[in-house]
């Protein structure tokens, strides 16, 4: 079955606490993606990679980094998380012009 | 940037009623989906439709392509209670595969 993992689904920080979000994909995939979603802004893209070590900044990078050490780890880092990081993320992955998104993670830094 | 604008931004409707959203973008675009997400949830990949396509079904759903206009819209027809969510649109082009979202449109279906 093609799934999208991210871990944790659930997190709540505190300002400056580094820390990291997992997302995995079983499909193959060379393409994956970080959105953040906030109420009235919709999706927005962080940051994607186009395959392994190739990594790239989408529209709201700031404050945020990313890996790409093997196909299908694509992992979120937050060096020194703020408040206006609280967000909802989704990791997706995409493949034969179908998308496929994790469950996402709820985010709050206090 | 932000490209898919959804519109309107919020629509309630009875049950059994037709609901349409539409969606407006700025660039060119290799194709255009439309997503679903239920409160706090995933998002629900619905449909897709190529920039050289006009209309596409998908059981209830029915999604039109007016490449000239930038614009697409999403019809549910004939809707359910479980139909209440926020509909994106969504578009890919240039050379990556990334997706532009819109905003959303929040849909009610009332009993």
């Known amino acids: 079955e093609a799934q999208v993992t991210q871990n944790p689904r659930y997190l709540i920080t505190v300002t400056g606490k580094k820390l990291t979000v997992t997302c995995s994909q079983n499909?193959?995939?060379?393409?994956m993606s970080w959105y953040r979603q906030d109420p009235g802004l919709g999706l927005r893209q962080i940051y994607y990679s186009m395959n392994v070590e190739v990594t790239d900044k989408g529209d709201v990078p700031e404050g945020y980094k990313v890996s790409r050490k093997e196909k299908r780890n694509f992992p979120l880092i937050l060096e020194s998380p703020s408040p206006n990081q609280t967000s909802l993320y989704f990791c997706a992955t995409s493949g034969g012009g179908n998308q496929y998104f994790g469950p996402g993670t709820r985010l709050l830094v206090l | 940037s932000q490209q898919g604008e959804e519109d309107p931004q919020a629509l309630s409707i009875q049950e059994g009623e037709n609901a349409t959203m539409n969606c407006s973008y700025k660039t060119s675009i290799n194709n255009l989906q439309w997503y679903r997400q239920n409160s706090g949830r995933g998002l629900v990949h619905l449909i897709l439709i190529r920039s050289n396509e006009r209309e596409k079904h998908s059981g209830r759903l029915r999604v039109t392509l007016d490449t000239s206009k930038k614009s697409s819209s999403l019809l549910i027809t004939a809707s359910r209670a479980a139909d209440t969510a926020s509909y994106f649109c969504a578009t890919t082009g240039g050379g990556a595969d990334g997706l532009t979202f819109g905003k959303g449109t929040h849909l009610i279906i009332q009993p």
């Open positions: 499909m193959n995939h060379e393409y």
